[in-house]
């Protein structure tokens, strides 16, 4: 996350260099420039008020860390972090799910967080960034989650036929490599799987609609578009102007990443047992 120093360097040389300045996309990346910065300063100023603990939300009360290796901050402290998702892991958490697969895992906000909601789990995290495996173990062990939380590196599509005799969740945020990835036709034990993807139609044009195609003759799928943020805010960041507000809950997207939650077919899962 770029300091003010580093901002400041960085927009004079913009606007100094950028023949195209004017232009929308030019513009664009200004703000989105000037947004990161203002969100290290709500991050700073949580710590400040909380320290590293999550303030609410299914993972309230985690102890986090000081950076986010892959996105952003603020909403993962915060506890609004792809708050759409709140009520369907609550649901698998409720299921009897005994073992997490964490494709694309980061520093493990999803894989730590879920070994806290789901005591009885054990998480496989995979992420082919070392720095994200070290933050990932990192935050397993400030949790006391570290001996339900395997951690190891790339994920190939073989590796889900050794899940797929289990109640198994697997979840993934892999920057369009769900396309190349979750393939059913290559790797049938995903026909077993419950799953949570998130697609980037922005990295991979007509990902949304294939995942559709793959998996509708196995799963029953529910799309969970972004919306929205309604989750409490600390109470020192209502007292701030709108626009702060806004930037705490914002999650650094530049286009729509919908989620597709899908769950095995009641006869396909009477099949397995």
Not at 68 to 95: K, M, N, W
Not at 185 to 192: A, F, Q, S, W
């Amino acid at each position: 996350m770029p300091d003010t120093n580093t901002t400041t360097k960085l927009l004079r040389a913009r606007v100094t260099d950028d023949s195209d300045y004017g232009s929308p996309d030019s513009l664009n990346k200004i703000l989105r420039l000037m947004a990161r910065w203002r969100t290290q300063l709500l991050a700073n100023t949580y710590i400040r008020h909380h320290g590293l603990k999550i303030f609410s939300g299914p993972f309230e009360g985690m102890e986090y860390l000081n950076y986010a290796t892959e996105g952003c901050l603020v909403p993962r402290l915060i506890g609004c972090y792809e708050s759409e998702l709140h009520g369907d892991l609550a649901d698998f958490a409720q299921s009897g799910i005994d073992t997490i697969v964490d494709i694309g895992c980061a520093e493990g906000y999803y894989a730590v967080g879920l070994a806290r909601l789901m005591p009885g789990a054990t998480v496989h995290a995979f992420d082919i960034d070392e720095r994200a495996r070290s933050a990932c173990a990192d935050l397993a062990a400030r949790n006391g989650v570290q001996d339900r939380v395997i951690i190891k590196g790339e994920f190939v599509g073989e590796m889900f036929e050794d899940f797929a005799d289990r109640k198994t969740l697997v979840i993934i945020d892999a920057e369009g490599f769900e396309d190349v990835i979750m393939r059913p036709d290559l790797y049938p034990g995903l026909t077993r799987l419950n799953i949570i993807v998130e697609t980037h139609p922005g990295l991979k044009r007509g990902v949304f609609d294939r995942m559709l195609e793959r998996f509708t003759p196995s799963h029953d799928i529910v799309i969970r578009k972004q919306g929205p943020k309604t989750m409490p805010l600390p109470a020192w960041l209502q007292d701030l102007g709108h626009l702060d507000q806004l930037l705490a809950v914002w999650e650094f997207r530049s286009t729509m990443t919908p989620w597709l939650v899908m769950k095995p077919r009641a006869s396909l899962e009477n099949n397995r047992t």
